[in-house]
T-cell receptor, first 116, second 111 residues
Framework: GAVVSQHPSWVICKSGTSVKIECRSL??????MFWYRQFPKQSLMLMAT?????????EQGVEKDKFLINHASLTLSTLTVTSAHPEDSSFYIC????????????FGPGTRLTVL | SQQGEEDPQALSIQEGENATMNCSYK?????LQWYRQNSGRGLVHLIL?????REKHSGRLRVTLDTSKKSSSLLITASRAADTASYFC???????????FGQGTRLTINP
């Protein structure tokens, strides 16, 4: 089956630093990837849609200058949390849409970000 | 908020019993999916039901969909301790392959 990986699986950083999270589709091409954020004991909230070769589309209320998304290839999207603050501490999950096949999204294992 | 609602928010039952979780959503959909999430882990896709389907089975899972009521239910029969997890429904009502997740049900199976 299709596999999506995320790196790192967890990261602890100091307030004010930037953190990059990678999302890779390992055995398929993904023209579209999605980034979600999940706070403890809450549901997943879509942050943005990452499109290969074009700018990401952000959901309402998500700061595009704070959460930089780069989808440079058909198998890699990155989310950079810039100038991280403690309130950015969360579980970040990506998913990848299998190109050409509707209704198929494969989720990564998530990245736990803790900002001190 | 576009998010759907799930009830109950938490459910605790004895091993062997059946567990039923409900999901309501707000917009028209093409399909509805159910996912499981173990604590601190990623999502595991369980089942997808299309808007023209009313019921679907997969192993011990049974999903129903009532588009007139904009609701779905997930039944897990003969529950096991390993079924302990959070369960989320997700709909594609916003288009462009976007998924909107429900609030989730935290299921605990007591041995």
């Amino acid at each position: 089956g299709a596999v999506v990986s995320q790196h790192p699986s967890w990261v602890i950083c100091k307030s004010g630093t930037s953190v990059k999270i990678e999302c890779r589709s390992l055995d398929f091409q993904a023209t579209t990837m999605f980034w979600y954020r999940q706070f403890p004991k809450q549901s997943l909230m879509l942050m943005a849609t990452s499109n290969e070769g074009s700018k990401a589309t952000y959901e309402q209320g998500v700061e595009k200058d704070k959460f930089l998304i780069n989808h440079a290839s058909l198998t890699l999207s990155t989310l950079t949390v810039t100038s991280a603050h403690p309130e950015d501490s969360s579980f970040y999950i990506c998913s990848a849409h299998l190109a050409g096949v509707p209704d198929t999204q494969y989720f990564g294992p998530g990245t736990r970000l803790t900002v001190l | 908020s576009q998010q759907g609602e799930e009830d109950p928010q938490a459910l605790s039952i004895q091993e062997g019993e059946n567990a039923t979780m409900n999901c309501s959503y707000k917009t028209s959909i093409n399909n509805l999916q159910w996912y499981r999430q173990n604590s601190g882990r990623g999502l595991v896709h369980l089942i997808l039901i299309r808007s023209n389907e009313r019921e679907k089975h997969s192993g011990r899972l049974r999903v129903t969909l009532d588009t007139s009521k904009k609701s779905s239910s997930l039944l897990i029969t003969a529950s096991r301790a390993a079924d302990t997890a959070s369960y989320f429904c997700a709909t594609d009502g916003q288009g462009a392959q976007k998924l909107v997740f429900g609030q989730g049900t935290r299921l605990t199976i007591n041995p």
